[in-house]
T-cell receptor, first 112, second 115 residues
Framework: GEDVEQSLFLSVREGDSSVINCTYT??????LYWYKQEPGAGLQLLTY?????DMKQDQRLTVLLNKKDKHLSLRIADTQTGDSAIYFC????????????FGTGTKLQVIP | GAGVSQSPSNKVTEKGKDVELRCDPI?????LYWYRQSLGQGLEFLIY????????KSGLPSDRFSAERTGGSVSTLTIQRTQQEDSAVYLC?????????????FGAGSRLTVL
């Protein structure tokens, strides 16, 4: 069955890199996602990666996927105070109409 | 519509009353999800609708919770005999469904406070 886990909290200094980690249990995941939730708002997609990829980079964001260890990470370079939010990883299993399952979310605090 | 619309944005009710929360998904999206987010907590999956298939209700916490989706579009989440522990933000999301990337678009949520 699907189970997605994340650490609850991460604190970094402005300008440093942030690395948010996620583990999942189902090896049949096809798509893995990172969503961002700013205070008082719904979630917005940041990026996603297909399971046959190891890495995806988009400006300050780098997603790394280790399929052997079922580990997904999101690296934010040059973290800014505007990056303070809750970050959720999510997975979608193989199959036409599988639902997307979310992790518990990691609250990122950026210290000026 | 351009996005996922939820109403009401805020609801304060007394313990024991029934409440209805509405979600208007993006036109043409076949998949619709309801989640609950309590203060400081992650997302708790409640229910998933996909086209005309039977909904996945595995996340509903008790029989006081129910949801329907009429005509494959608008969805209503109903909570009967509300309890204080039902206080949370209820988030709705929709997606195109299918075997592709299935990016979810979320509404802004309905904040429920049970006194």
């Amino acid at each position: 069955g699907e189970d997605v886990e994340q650490s609850l909290f991460l604190s970094v200094r402005e300008g440093d890199s942030s690395v948010i980690n996620c583990t999942y249990t189902d090896s049949s995941s096809t798509y893995l996602y990172w969503y961002k939730q700013e205070p008082g708002a719904g979630l917005q997609l940041l990026t996603y990666i297909f399971s046959n990829m190891d890495m995806k980079q988009d400006q300050r964001l780098t997603v790394l996927l280790n399929k052997k260890d079922k580990h997904l990470s999101l690296r934010i370079a040059d973290t800014q105070t505007g990056d303070s939010a809750i970050y959720f990883c999510a997975e979608k299993l193989r199959g036409g109409y599988q639902k997307v399952t979310f992790g518990t979310g990691t609250k990122l605090q950026v210290i000026p | 519509g351009a996005g996922v619309s939820q109403s009401p944005s805020n609801k304060v009710t007394e313990k024991g009353k029934d409440v209805e929360l509405r979600c208007d998904p993006i036109s043409g999206h076949t998949a619709l999800y309801w989640y609950r987010q309590s203060l400081g907590q992650g997302l708790e999956f409640l229910i998933y609708f996909q086209g005309n298939s039977a909904p996945d209700k595995s996340g509903l916490p008790s029989d006081r919770f129910s949801a329907e989706r009429t005509g494959g579009s608008v969805s209503t989440l109903t909570i009967q005999r509300t309890q204080q522990e039902d206080s949370a933000v209820y988030l709705c999301a929709s997606s195109s469904g299918g075997s592709g990337a299935n990016v979810l678009t979320f509404g802004a949520g309905s904040r429920l406070t049970v006194l």
